[in-house]
């Protein structure tokens, strides 16, 4: 149980433009989830927090006219990396949570490469 | 803010016990966690702690102590597929919702 999925599990697009990656929890509701990134040999950096319904919470220094989330229904979240730039390249990993107190669950993370 | 520290990288043999570190500043603190990362992989919850003490699952031991802002996460009988990152990272109330904010990580290599 507790499984949560992403798509794609890697992406390459060209500079400038906009990227989708999906993250749904297959067997479980998700009332949260959260939108990290990595860069190599770095730790896991939240970008943002979700909950079903509503805005997302952006944390400090994230560009949110950047990086859209949508949490539309208790088993699906997007990320839209809108305008990508090489700088953009990354591992995303979004977590699904039961709530506010539950254990986060891990995609298996989508790396995306901007030419 | 919060941060969390941790050796980058710990070596060690097949059989050994490692132990890695973490100490950690934060505000509204509840609980740490462990996960393993391999390259390439997503994050994997390995042990929780809440309060003070040692928790144990399997080969994997998890250790706290609140007062000292610091905890532990021992690995005994080592494996080879063991060689992987791991985090440390805290569960950290923020905007009303459980964020978890991770420790800079620890590279563990095990060797024949």
């Known amino acids: 149980g507790a499984v949560v999925s992403q798509h794609p599990s890697w992406v390459i697009c060209k500079s400038g433009t906009s990227v989708k990656i999906e993250c749904r929890s297959l067997?479980?509701?998700?009332?949260?989830m959260f939108w990290y990134r990595q860069f190599p040999k770095q730790s896991l950096m939240l970008m943002a927090t979700?909950?079903?319904?509503?805005?997302?919470?952006?944390e400090q220094g994230v560009e949110k006219d950047k990086f859209l989330i949508n949490h539309a229904s208790l088993t699906l979240s997007t990320l839209t990396v809108t305008s990508a730039h090489p700088e953009d390249s990354s591992f995303y990993i979004c977590?699904?949570?039961?709530?506010?107190?539950?254990?986060?669950?891990f995609g298996p993370g989508t790396r995306l490469l901007v030419l | 803010g919060q941060s969390l520290e941790q050796p980058s990288e710990v070596t060690a043999v097949e059989g050994a016990i490692v132990q890695i570190n973490c100490t950690y500043q934060?505000?509204?603190?509840?609980?740490l966690s462990w996960y393993q990362q391999h390259d390439g992989g997503a994050p994997t919850f390995l042990s929780y702690?809440?309060?003070?003490g040692l928790e144990e699952t399997g080969r994997f031991s998890s250790f706290l102590s609140r007062s000292d802002s610091y905890g532990y996460l021992l690995l005994q009988e080592l494996q080879m597929k063991d060689s992987a990152s791991y985090f440390c990272?805290?569960?950290?109330?923020?905007?009303?919702?459980?964020?978890?904010?991770f420790g800079t990580g620890t590279r563990l290599l095990v060797s024949p």
């Open positions: 702690n809440a309060l003070d």
């Open positions: 990272a805290v569960r950290d109330r923020g905007t009303g919702f459980q964020k978890l904010v």
């Open positions: 977590s699904a949570s039961t709530g506010t107190m539950g254990t986060q669950y």
């Open positions: 979700s909950n079903e319904g509503s805005k997302a919470t952006y």
């Open positions: 934060t505000s509204g603190f509840y609980g």
């Open positions: 067997d479980f509701q998700a009332t949260t």
